[in-house]
């Protein structure tokens, strides 16, 4: 967790969710929860995931089983922000370009403004269908 000055809740109270200690502000950007793949074909998935208060846009990293995000061993990334005054609390994204027939590692992460991202959660793995 990143430590921060005072004069940071003033810029980012409204955008990220902040944890109190007797002798420092620290930073609680959280993972996104709930990731799901759908509708999955030889060549592309449906990521699905729960919106979290104070998060708008997320990172993620698609690669076969095995690499580890930032890397660079990823097959594709994302940006994904949520527009407008959405009330959705679910965000889904198509992933397309995949092979048939591999198993993948799906890593997201969300991004709490002020540059403040969470850590990576844990991979959703899934294997595309078969030729």
């Given at each position: 967790?990143?430590?921060?000055?005072?004069?940071f809740?003033v810029f980012?109270f409204?955008i990220?969710?902040?944890?109190?200690s007797q002798?420092?502000?620290?930073?609680v950007?959280?993972s996104?929860?709930?990731?799901h793949?759908?509708a999955?074909?030889?060549?592309?998935?449906n990521?699905?995931?729960s919106?979290s208060r104070g998060v708008s846009s997320w990172?993620?990293?698609?690669?076969?089983?095995?690499?580890e995000?930032?890397?660079g061993?990823?097959?594709?990334?994302?940006?994904v922000?949520q527009?407008g005054?959405?009330?959705?609390t679910k965000?889904?994204?198509?992933?397309?370009?995949l092979?048939?027939?591999?198993?993948y590692?799906?890593?997201?992460?969300?991004?709490?403004?002020?540059g403040i991202?969470?850590?990576?959660?844990r991979?959703?793995?899934?294997?595309?269908?078969?030729?």
């Amino acid at each position: 967790m990143k430590t921060h000055k005072l004069f940071f809740l003033v810029f980012c109270f409204a955008i990220a969710n902040l944890a109190f200690s007797q002798t420092s502000i620290q930073n609680v950007c959280l993972s996104p929860v709930g990731l799901h793949v759908n509708a999955t074909t030889t060549s592309s998935t449906n990521l699905i995931w729960s919106i979290s208060r104070g998060v708008s846009s997320w990172d993620i990293e698609i690669g076969e089983v095995g690499f580890e995000p930032e890397q660079g061993e990823y097959i594709n990334k994302y940006n994904v922000s949520q527009g407008g005054q959405s009330i959705s609390t679910k965000m889904e994204l198509t992933m397309r370009g995949l092979e048939p027939g591999t198993v993948y590692n799906i890593y997201i992460k969300s991004n709490c403004g002020c540059g403040i991202p969470s850590k990576w959660g844990r991979p959703v793995t899934f294997k595309t269908k078969s030729l």
